[in-house]
């Protein structure tokens, strides 16, 4: 006898009459979830607005108290408070987390400026996408979950030991509140999904670059720039050298992109600058890649070109690449399988942006991104959400845990080992 038995079909965990059940509940719940999404839409939530994300985390609370979750609020004085709910079921059972973000990347009196509406199929209006349309994907996902677990009855229509759902207040600025808590709740589960919309063309998301946010102040000294300029160290010339030094980053190693994005310095023409500052993006397909540019800059920041001059790198923000796990390639088999049984057909990408999803792959647990419904035109004017993809793309979502929860392969299997 084989040593392991064979993994179940992708997709095939979940029975049909599940499957139909879950998309029946989501189309009934689709008026519903249209008033909620331009309910949400009303609430200006930029990051650094604190009232507004705090608002919309407040209605998320409502909701998954209403379904029976237990609540946490993680609080914090500045940014949005981070707000954790748990579904907890038989011992044993899997292990899921969920990400979806409160936040958005538009300021104070968008909404009122672009309120939300649909035309021509799409809905329209600030985070419409990006991603209040996807985390009311998931919370309406669970709501379908739970009333297929009361119908049914039993442990295999609720096969979740516990199923955590986290609504990060600050995902657009790189999650620096919230990735404590997403850490600690993702350290012992099978798998993670991700919320943000699928891409325009109704792809999900099974990689990601990683990201390197750095800033380099380079320290000068100041002379007068007509007396003497030979007692002078040009900050700015030496900020000058990094950059071009920093482009060249660029393809060195396959995937590797690097871009000087803000650069500042110097207070008059007449003075030789004795400060400078560079903001750098650095991103990578594979955290080796990552590691390696990474180390080349800080490499060109300690040998400077211009003489007696000094560079600090400070790490601003840092995603390790979602890579494309053994586990996140069975969630694709499964996902993709799904999609079909539902009629459509959807594909997984690599996408360059960073999101969550980052932080989970960078700990090693299977993740998919990309799985709320269909939009595009992020941080724009334009941004949009396909309204015909909300009830299947929030039944894949649920048909994808369901799997998870049924599937030994990520149960321990070609997911993780088990804690």
Same mark, same amino acid.
């Given at each position: 006898?084989?040593?392991?038995l064979?993994?179940?079909?992708p ?9 139909t059940a ?26 650094? !607005?604190k ?31 981070t707000?954790?709910a ?11 987390l ?10 104070v ?30 919370l ?14 039993g ?18 600025? #790189? ?20 919320l ?12 990601r ?9 380079i ?8 007396v003497?300029p ?5 900050a700015?010339v ?17 995937g590797?992109?690097?871009n000087?994005?803000v650069?500042?310095g ?19 397909v594979?955290?080796?890649e ?15 070109t211009?003489? !007696? ?9 840092r ?13 694709? !088999? ?16 690599a996408t360059? *942006? ?8 960078g ?14 035109? !992020?941080?724009?004017?334009s ?11 929030a039944t894949?979502?649920? *048909?994808?845990?369901?799997?998870? #929860? ?6 321990? *299997? ?6």
């Open positions: 006898m084989p040593d392991t064979p993994l179940p079909a997709g095939l965990v979940v029975r049909e009459a599940e499957l879950l998309r029946a509940s989501l189309e009934t719940d689709l008026r519903g979830y249209l008033a909620d999404l331009a309910s949400l839409v009303a609430i200006d939530s930029g990051s650094y !607005d009232a507004g994300v705090d608002e919309v985390g407040r209605w998320v609370a409502g909701f998954f108290e209403r379904l029976g979750a237990r609540l946490a609020v993680h609080p914090d004085a500045t940014l949005g408070d707000v954790v748990t579904f907890d079921g038989p011992p044993g059972g899997a292990r899921l969920l990400i979806g973000h409160l936040d958005t990347v538009f300021p009196g968008t909404a009122a400026a672009r309120p939300f509406r649909i035309e021509d199929g799409r809905a329209l209006g600030p985070g419409v996408s990006d991603m209040k349309g996807g985390l009311l994907a998931g309406y996902a669970i709501r379908a979950l739970r009333r297929l677990a009361e119908a049914v009855g442990e295999a229509a609720w096969p979740f030991e516990r199923l955590v759902f986290v609504a990060n207040p600050d995902e657009e600025i #790189g999650s620096p509140v919230s990735s404590p808590v997403i850490r600690a709740e993702a350290a012992d589960v099978d798998a993670c999904l991700v943000e919309a699928g891409r325009a063309n109704g792809d999900i998301v099974s990689s670059k990683g990201i390197l946010d750095a800033r380099l102040t320290h000068g000294r100041a002379a007068h720039a007509g003497e030979e007692k002078g160290r040009n700015i030496e900020a000058a050298h990094q950059a071009l030094g920093i482009t060249g980053l660029n393809g060195r190693w396959e590797v992109t690097a000087v994005g650069v500042a110097g207070t008059r023409p007449n003075v030789v600058a004795d400060l400078a500052t560079l903001e750098v993006d650095l991103r990578a594979r955290r080796t990552l590691e390696a540019a990474e180390a080349e800059l800080r490499r060109m920041a300690a040998s400077p211009v003489a !007696d001059v000094s560079i600090e790198v400070e790490e601003m923000s995603w390790w690449p979602m890579e494309r796990l053994l586990g996140s390639a069975r969630l694709v !088999d499964h996902a993709l399988a799904l999609a079909r049984r539902l009629g459509f057909e959807t594909r997984d990408a360059g *942006g960073a999101s969550d999803a980052n932080t989970t792959a700990l090693g647990i299977p993740s998919l991104d990309g799985l709320g419904p269909i939009g595009g035109d !992020d941080h724009s004017p941004e949009w959400l396909a309204v015909d993809s909300v009830v299947p793309r894949l979502v649920a *048909g994808l845990a369901l799997a998870i #929860g049924r599937d030994p392969g990520l149960l321990g *299997g070609a997911g993780r080992e088990r804690r």
